[in-house]
């Protein structure tokens, strides 16, 4: 779905007061729809639950506002339903609760699908913002592409409503039409340039997945927010930020140096490169030439690998963020393979980046496990099928030799998604795909075995395929 016209929209008029979200009582439309009936004790361990994984699903609020929950108290004006349902759906996702998931999805629908309605203040918008994001995380988890497009789309007319990219803009004035009232400190403000980065980079993923042809939902030159920090950076020191920005994107993708290393400004970074290479990948034909374009995207790509490489500290979500980069160098690079060596090469640093990322974790024990991986590894596979045709034709013992590394390659990346199939259904659509190309590996059928032991016996009957010995 295209928004650019929704860059400067209204948002609801007809606000009204927020109900206690547990009370008893019947709600009329007009205001929140009820909790489902449960105790706090049972909030408190879905809670708990969804934080360990919460920075993985896009949080971007900051979590001590459920600390009055998790002590027992009624947080009756601290969290809104919408919210507070979307997190606990996680919470029983992650504790396998397959009834409480169901009854904890309906309510989290219903009560988004009113949100904007009902909220009367700015941090209940906010509210309303993150719980739209982490059910497009969830419908992605679960492979239901079309629903979570439709809330990360939902999820980005707000953040453009509240003009969340014009913040500390230098290049224009908001127009006043927004009704968020002005952050009153670092932290609020903090919390929404958070938002706007996470909401863009779920749509950059989302949109690089399902329609790569169609590209951003959101014109990157009108992006003069700053890049985001870690939310605790905002409290520690207001200087981090600039005092006007502008031009956010636009620069980046010129690679014109700024000041955007923290986590959430790299992962964001990865997800426009992805989306940017796919939508390259999409409109390239036969004819089409590596232009001046591809060339400064390529820089932007290997750039944002060694800054990611150079950081000190590298979480889980850097370690993605670098892997999806690879995988924007895949796309970018795909429709020159055949004819430029360089091209050629250049994915398979990538590719052998990708599968070293999937030998570096063990994913049969991950709770969660991000479904963008699932396109990741799909593309690194296909880039292994097409490396050991090419090989198959030269028959050389440097080309067996080679045969043999690639296909230990497919194996082990196989081996990732069957576990990673295991936690998102998303990777499990993708594995289901890579039939064919499983059988141009001459691969056991990973699909419908576990993966303990399937890599030995795969590789083993790979060789046999192709005539070689271990």
């Keep these: 779905m295209r928004i650019r016209e929704l860059e400067q929209p209204e948002l609801q008029n007809d606000l009204v007061n927020l109900q206690n979200p547990f009370a008893e009582t019947a709600q009329s439309q007009n ?54 349902n979307a997190i ?43 719980a739209s994001l982490l059910l497009s995380q969830y419908f992605f988890h679960r492979a239901r592409l079309l629903e979570a497009r439709y809330h990360a789309t939902c999820a980005l007319s707000i953040v453009l409503g509240a003009e969340f990219h014009k913040i500390r803009s230098a290049t224009a004035a908001r127009t006043g039409l927004s009704e968020m009232t002005p952050a009153v400190t670092m932290l609020e403000e903090g919390e929404r340039i958070n938002a706007f980065w996470a909401v863009l980079a779920q749509n950059c993923c989302l949109s690089a997945i399902a329609d790569p042809a169609s590209g951003s939902s959101v ?13 605790e950076a905002y409290e520690i020191d207001s200087t981090l930020l600039p005092i006007q920005n502008c031009g956010t994107i636009t620069k980046f993708l010129s690679n014109r140096v700024d000041q955007g290393r923290s986590t959430p400004a790299l992962q964001a970074k990865s997800a426009i490169l992805f989306e940017r290479a796919s939508l390259l990948c999409a409109q390239a034909t036969d004819q089409t030439v590596f232009s001046a374009q591809h060339i400064g995207l390529n820089h932007s790509i290997e750039s944002l690998k060694q800054a990611i ?56 024990s991950a709770e969660y496990v991000d479904p963008v991986l699932g396109t990741i590894w799909s593309l690194a596979i296909n880039v292994l099928v097409s490396e050991i045709a090419r090989l198959k034709h030269r028959g050389s ?21 069957t576990s990673g199939a295991a936690s998102s259904k998303m990777i499990g659509d993708r594995l289901h795909l890579l039939g064919d190309a499983c059988n141009c590996l001459h691969l056991l059928d990973l699909t419908h075995r576990d993966a303990a032991g399937c890599g030995e016996r795969a590789l083993a009957a790979c060789d046999g395929q192709l005539g070689l010995k271990r």
């Design 397 to 417: 013992p440097a080309s067996r030799n080679m045969l043999r590394q690639f296909n230990q390659a497919g194996v082990d990346v196989l081996s990732a998604m």
């Design 88 to 130: 606990c759906l996680w919470g029983a996702a992650f504790l396998n609760d397959s009834d409480l998931e169901s009854t904890m999805l309906t309510c989290a629908v219903q009560a988004v699908s009113s949100g904007l309605a009902n909220a009367h203040s700015a941090i209940m918008v906010l509210q309303t913002l993150q």
């Design 219 to 231: 014109s990157y030159d009108v992006v003069d927010v700053p890049w985001p920090l870690e939310l």
């Design 31 to 84: 205001n929140w729809d009820p909790m489902p009936e449960t105790s706090g004790i049972a909030y408190g361990m879905l809670i708990d639950a969804f934080m360990v994984q919460a920075k993985s699903l896009g949080f971007f609020l900051n979590p001590r506002l459920f600390d009055p929950l998790l002590a027992g108290e009624i947080p009756s004006q601290l969290v809104n339903p919408a919210l507070l």
């Design 309 to 364: 490489l150079a950081t000190s500290n590298r979480t889980s979500g850097l370690s993605l963020a670098h892997t999806l980069a690879h995988a924007a160098t895949l796309l970018l690079h795909q429709p020159f393979a055949d004819r430029y060596d360089e091209s050629r090469q250049c994915m398979l640093r990538s590719c052998r980046a990708i599968v070293e990322f999937g030998r570096s974790q063990d994913w049969t």
